[in-house]
């Protein structure tokens, strides 16, 4: 049942079905870490058929014990979530993801005895009338060039211990993303001090509207000193001068420090995605 391999046909069917669902839905069912996994083995998947079609699909990451699944709109509410589902292990348990929180995913955790564990923000607003950030006499801000990317990648896990997917991004991680096709280093903002980087704010242009604070990070050693709003306004005044007139992020709930900065900045939520759990498992 279970594979770490799939066929091109395969990776096909599930992009497909994935967009059936994105079409139904108005949210997409799976990640950027799922889509990445139909072609690098990085997950394990169960696609459920019908006549040769994918008309469900679970991806189960083991090393987030994460797993994230969708069911074709046609063919709800006929137990195939649940039997994908059952496919996972309950120990360690498995955080399923629900993109958007839709009401057929509450209905389902609701059915199952699954409950909010953490949940994951999507905010924005408008690259016009931007919020300024002097920059302190002590900060030198540039851009990211290749022999910055072992610095970059020791401040990234020390700054996100408490956030496992981000936190844990390698050499072989930030290799792939400096290979995607949207990846602009003057887009990649640099802060260091007199002891080296002390942060740095990746945005990413996502389509011709929007920009996105893709990754902000300051180092433990220097927060609290303002360098998060310092870098968040250089990157939003970056992603302005390509003419964007919008721009999005991504926060986990759990980290209100962040909130409450986009918040100051004028960020507004505009979406949610609930990771869910076990209800047993958690208490
Ligand atoms: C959530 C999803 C995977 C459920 O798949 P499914 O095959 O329809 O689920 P099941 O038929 O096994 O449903 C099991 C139970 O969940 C509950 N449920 C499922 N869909 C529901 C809905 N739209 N409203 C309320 N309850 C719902 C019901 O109690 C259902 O049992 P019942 O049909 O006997 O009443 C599917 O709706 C989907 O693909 N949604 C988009 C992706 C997504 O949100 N994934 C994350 C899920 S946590």
């Known amino acids: 049942m279970w594979t770490q391999d799939l066929s091109p ?41 019908n006549n040769n079609v994918a008309i469900g699909y679970l ?16 063919h709800r509410r006929r137990g195939i979530g649940t039997g994908l589902w059952r496919q ?52 030198v801000l540039r851009t990211f060039t290749a022999t910055d990317a072992d610095e970059l990648l020791a401040l990234n896990a020390a700054a996100f211990t408490h956030h496992p997917e981000q936190g844990q991004l390698d050499q072989a991680g930030l290799a792939a993303r400096l290979a995607e096709p949207w990846f602009d280093p003057a887009g990649l903002i640099l802060a260091f001090d007199a002891d080296g980087m002390v942060g740095f704010h990746w945005t990413k ?29 250089a990157g939003m005044s970056h992603l302005a001068t390509q003419g964007l007139p919008t721009v999005v992020l991504y926060v986990d709930t759990a980290d209100q420090t962040a909130v409450r900065m986009y918040e100051r900045a004028g960020f507004v939520t505009v979406h949610r995605d609930v990771r869910y759990i076990p209800i047993q498992e958690q208490e």
């Open 88 to 139: 996972l292990p309950s120990s360690p348990p498995v955080g399923l993801w629900a993109f958007g929180d839709l009401p057929a995913a509450q209905g389902f955790a609701a059915a199952r005895g699954l409950r909010p564990e953490r949940g994951l923000l999507k905010m924005t607003r408008p690259l016009a009338a931007l919020p300024q950030a002097d920059i302190p006499p002590d900060l």
């Open 9 to 49: 046909d395969q990776a096909r069917q599930v992009r497909d079905l994935a967009r059936q669902a994105r079409a139904n839905d108005g949210v997409d069912p799976l990640n950027e870490e799922a889509y990445r996994s139909l072609t690098d083995q990085t997950a394990r998947h169960v696609i459920f058929n």
């Open 205 to 233: 242009q996502v389509d011709a509207h929007t920009g996105e604070v893709y990754v902000i990070a300051v180092a433990p050693r220097a927060q609290g000193r303002g360098y998060g709003k310092v870098l968040l306004a």
């Open 59 to 74: 991806n189960y990451s083991v090393r987030f014990a994460t797993g994230q699944f969708v069911v074709h709109p046609e």
